[in-house]
T-cell receptor, first 113, second 111 residues
């Protein structure tokens, strides 16, 4: 069974803090993705990575950065958290050339106060 | 115009009925189409995917794709209360296995 884990289920941070969200997958997948999900807006792609040290901007990268130093780990960084970044963050992974089924982690509910 | 559009619902159907969920997309070059189910507070899980025009059946679920009209639908036969969830339509424009998601349709199956 593919397993995608995220470091926290719930996180509360203050405006201006630097926030790290970690995602780890145990199936040697090449592609990893970070989404945020907001009511009425669905899942929106923030960043994705198709290999170690490689990254590509998604649809809403502003205010975020990512790091992928190891194949199994993809980190999302909020450089200076703002209240409009309060959201559910979902990580997903898929093998290269896979059937496009993205395996999702359990999500991190981030609240910025 | 959103790239993938779904009616937000809620779509309310009685137990045992057929639930019909629809999705339209704007990119004619889209290659692959997916339906994910998401229970409240949980992450999405894949229930169907379809690549070719026509119908694809899996148990109580049937996905239908019409590329000329740019729509994809999901039929759930013999709907059960456990089917109550948000259904997300996702479209792959190709490359890097990216998916573009619709906002989802909330389905409520009442006994």
């Amino acid at each position: 069974d593919v397993k995608v884990t995220q470091s926290s289920r719930y996180l509360v941070k203050r405006t201006g803090e630097k926030v790290f969200l970690e995602c780890v997958q145990d199936m040697d997948h090449e592609n990893m993705f970070w989404y945020r999900q907001d009511p009425g807006l669905g899942l929106r792609l923030i960043y994705f990575s198709y290999d170690v040290k490689m990254k590509e901007k998604g649809d809403i990268p502003e205010g975020y950065s990512v790091s992928r130093e190891k194949k199994e780990r993809f980190s999302l960084i909020l450089e200076s958290a703002s209240t409009n970044q309060t959201s559910m963050y979902l990580c997903a992974s898929i093998p290269y050339g896979g059937s496009y089924e993205q395996y999702f982690g359990p999500g991190t509910r981030l609240t910025v106060t | 115009q959103k790239e993938v559009e779904q009616n937000s619902g809620p779509l309310s159907v009685p137990e045992g009925a057929i639930a019909s969920l629809n999705c339209t997309y704007s990119d004619r070059g889209s290659q692959s189409f997916f339906w994910y189910r998401q229970y409240s507070g949980k992450s999405p899980e894949l229930i169907m995917f379809i690549y070719s025009n026509g119908d694809k059946e899996d148990g109580r679920f049937t996905a239908q794709l019409n590329k000329a009209s740019q729509y994809v639908s999901l039929l759930i036969r013999d709907s059960q209360p456990s089917d109550s969830a948000t259904y997300l339509c996702a479209v792959s424009p190709g490359g890097y296995n990216k998916l573009i998601f619709g906002a989802g349709t909330r389905l409520a199956v009442h006994p």
